[in-house]
């Protein structure tokens, strides 16, 4: 499980075998089942979730209408992150989509760390630069691009979600109504047919 942790730093920062070591040592394990709240509206959150297996899913409540605005595959972070690095209560809930598998993160023992050790403080920080720019440019093609260009750049970039993710998952997140998701996949299908599997 180590491997696919390191695969991520790695993106990032040649961090040290002790720093290494002292994350490793600072996060918990954990396993739950699909449909799991990890965090929920108005609660604090005071962890980072780094999937190593599963899929999670962030969302807020319109009315009574889920919005999805991330979901989060093996090898990707999630949290409720306003909350994690502000304080405030979250707007977020934070829920596993399958049996899920994940290493957990304290907001105090990431405080600890980044005092002592200085390449985890600058891994932190570009992490977060990151998961800003992925925010702005998501933003941007959500308006930039038609209804029918997201779902295929977002089906040639993630096929196999097609497989894992409800429909209506998929179409909260690519802000595309359930009925007009339904009528893309059918067109898809029927335009190429056993060619792609991921719309079976």
Known sequence: MVAILQKYIDQFIDLPAEELEALINSIEVRSVDKKVRLTDVNETEKHLYFVIKGLARKFFYKGKEEVITQIAKEGELISSSVSYFSGVPSSYVVETIEPTTFYSLHHDRAEQLYSRYP??????????????????????????FSTKERFLRFMTDNPDLFQRVPQKYLASYLNIKPETFSRLKHLLRSKKGSDAPYLK
């Open 119 to 144: 390449k985890l403080e600058r891994l932190s920080r570009l992490i977060i630069t990151e998961l800003f720019l992925q925010k702005e440019v998501w933003e941007l093609e959500r308006i930039r």
